[in-house]
């Protein structure tokens, strides 16, 4: 496999100039080295190609995720990080790498067992799908206009609550990206985002705080970014002011580098750390003050509604069971367990404060937003029905339990339990709350917070040489059916008709208790710009199934925020197309925003083909 030779549009692009803020060595360039590839510092995939003897004008070769490439540019598969690669050629194949004292070696070669694939995304052997596509399906319903149903179960209520989220990246800036250098706070780029909301016509917008901006050495104790601190109520002030609610989550993946190198929320001390920064949160922003002295009373509270954390179970999946994200641990069987039981009681002790000592004052809402991305069973049989439900209680309600009714899952306590003890070890891989915790944790939601992109179909099955793991524990393996439209990340389908079966789920679980979707979008092409049709028929059928969840099941749904405003670096979620070859970043609205427009002036969900 040839490298891909990256070029700018007029001409090559310059080493120094593609990662002039990665401080990478520049390429050494003469006449014993043309046409030679050379290797760059931040990555063995990545080379510097003389074209000439002037290293300005060095082309950047790149082989791409998991490859390296030879000094000949040869590109092949490599072992970069532990885990494990698909093998293109075989679907039951994969390759295996494992970290040494003396670094990686090459790729050794495995076979997932018979009647499975390696499934890349999750880097395990999956039951492989079966033929089910044959026959109807009645049940994946698209929600097309039908002479036999009536568009009004397309209305939503009138001064229903439709916004957009964002993450941090998306409207700050990524930092901490090797390539792009910090943010400069502005008033500027505050009103550009705000003036993209009016034009959706949205009343709510969903938003994080950087901890690690607002309290750059962790705490309040030592001292707080004055700078930081009035980019977010600039931003607050400018929403109020054009009549768009904020919400705000506290924590969106974002730590201090400190409380990382000490174990993030794999350690108890985080729990004080996180309602030390929600403390911050509250009363810098609840009441609208600029002070972080000490909350001024007689005037208004502004931000009403509180998310406190953003994705807990697949934030600890990918930073503390695997090492897709910071901090990394990698502690399988274990570390998604341990983070998730420090968010939950962090969660319950951030929410106290607020009733405790906001509540009164500023009479907003406190709860936090979980993923669910909703298993189905593939076929009829009790054994797949089983599978599903176990999928979304070891997801979704893993975390909702135990701020709902003070506790984990039965499910997931006798599970993890056996297989836990079955290892020949003393305690439980999940964590066990005392009776205290229990009585703290328990009912510290004013609404549910909802994050869904996509459903699966599940049977059985295990993870192959998993044997102390979450996915194991789950014993459930997904996939989807052939004819199902897919979007631009690996899994993901367009599945409305599941959308709607979460919310009956959450519904029948929870005793109808509020919802909010704080997060459903479309995940697009890294090309795509402003024409993207195929986000616009996933927004229309989504919503549409969000109206007859609401109009026909009666769900207690209270307010559905698209995801995402702008798009961020690698795959495009956004409904404002971002030129970033622009240092500004500005953001143009998209033709799925059109969508989203006639939404909110209508309160009507018109039909708009997926494709």
Not at 172 to 180: I, K, L, P, V
Not at 312 to 317: D, T
Request: hydrophobic fraction near 40%; glycine fraction near 8%.
């Amino acid at each position: 496999m040839s490298p891909m030779l990256i070029a700018p549009k007029g001409g090559a692009k310059t080493a120094q100039t593609m990662y002039a803020e990665a401080v990478c060595a520049p390429a050494v360039c003469n006449s014993s080295t043309l046409l030679v590839y050379q290797r760059w510092p931040g990555g063995a995939s990545v080379f510097f190609l003389c074209v000439d003897e002037r290293p300005e004008h060095a082309y950047v070769a790149d082989c791409g995720a998991d490859s390296a490439i030879s000094p000949d540019g040869v590109c092949s598969l490599a072992c970069l990080r532990e885990g494990r690669l698909p093998d293109a050629s075989r679907p039951q194949g994969y390759f295996e790498c494992v970290r040494t004292a003396g670094g990686f070696g090459s790729p050794v070669p495995a076979t997932c067992p018979p009647g499975t694939a390696f499934h890349a995304a999750s880097q395990r052997c999956v039951g492989a799908a079966t033929n089910d596509d044959d026959g109807d399906h009645p049940e994946e319903d698209l929600y097309a206009p039908s002479a036999s149903e009536s568009e009004s179960l397309y209305m939503l209520p009138a001064f229903y609550r439709i916004g957009v989220a964002s993450a941090a990246h998306q409207i700050e800036g990524a930092w901490s990206e090797e390539w792009r250098s910090a943010t400069v706070w502005n008033v500027g780029d505050v009103a550009h985002d705000v003036q993209l909301l009016k034009e959706l016509g949205v009343n709510m917008y969903r938003f994080p705080l950087a901890w690690s901006r607002l309290l750059p050495r962790g705490s309040q104790e030592e001292g707080y970014d004055a700078e930081a601190l009035d980019y977010y109520n600039n931003l607050i002030d400018e929403l109020i002011a054009n009549n768009i609610e904020p919400v705000v989550t506290i924590h969106h993946r974002d730590i201090p580098q400190m409380y990382l190198d000490d174990g993030g929320w794999f350690t108890e001390a985080i729990q004080d750390r996180f309602v030390d920064f929600a403390d911050l949160a509250f009363m810098s922003f609840g009441d609208r003050v600029s002070s972080c002295t000490k909350l001024k009373r007689g005037r208004p509270a502004q931000v009403k509604m509180w998310v406190l954390l953003d994705s807990p179970q697949a934030h600890c999946m990918e930073a503390y069971e695997g090492v897709e994200s910071a901090p990394g641990l990698g502690l399988e069987g274990t570390g998604g367990y341990g983070c998730v039981h420090n968010m939950i009681l962090a969660h319950a002790m951030a929410y106290h404060l607020y009733n405790n000592t906001y509540k009164m004052i500023q009479g907003g809402k406190v709860g936090s937003a979980l993923d669910l991305q909703f298993q189905m069973p593939a076929s009829n049989s009790r054994e797949d029905a089983e599978a599903a439900e176990r999928a979304n209680v070891f997801t979704f309600a893993w975390f909702a339990d135990p701020v709902m009714v003070g506790d984990y899952p039965a499910a997931m306590r006798d599970v993890v339990d056996r297989n836990s003890f079955g290892n020949g070890l003393a305690a439980s891989r999940l964590p066990v709350f005392t009776a205290a915790e229990k009585a703290l944790i328990s009912g510290t939601m004013d609404f549910i917070g909802l994050n869904h992109y996509t459903t699966s179909l599940t049977r059985p099955g295990t993870a192959a040489g998993l044997v102390a793991s979450i996915y194991n524990d789950t014993n459930a393996v997904s996939h989807s059916r052939a004819s199902w439209l897919r979007t631009a990340r690996d899994g993901f389908v367009v599945a409305p008709w599941g959308f709607r079966a979460a919310l009956n789920w959450i519904k029948d679980r929870f005793n109808n208790f509020p919802v909010l979707v704080t997060a459903n979008g479309y995940f697009g092409r890294r090309d795509e710009e402003c024409h993207d049709p195929d986000r616009e028929g996933y927004h229309s059928v989504y919503m549409r199934a969000l109206a007859r969840a609401v109009n026909e099941d009666a769900c207690n749904v209270v307010g559905y925020m698209a995801w995402s405003l702008k798009d961020g670096y690698n795959l495009k979620t956004g409904l404002a197309y971002v030129n970033l070859s622009d240092p500004e970043r500005p953001g143009t609205l998209k033709q799925s925003a059109r969508f989203i427009q006639d939404v909110t002036r209508t309160m009507y969900a018109r039909y708009v083909q997926p494709v």
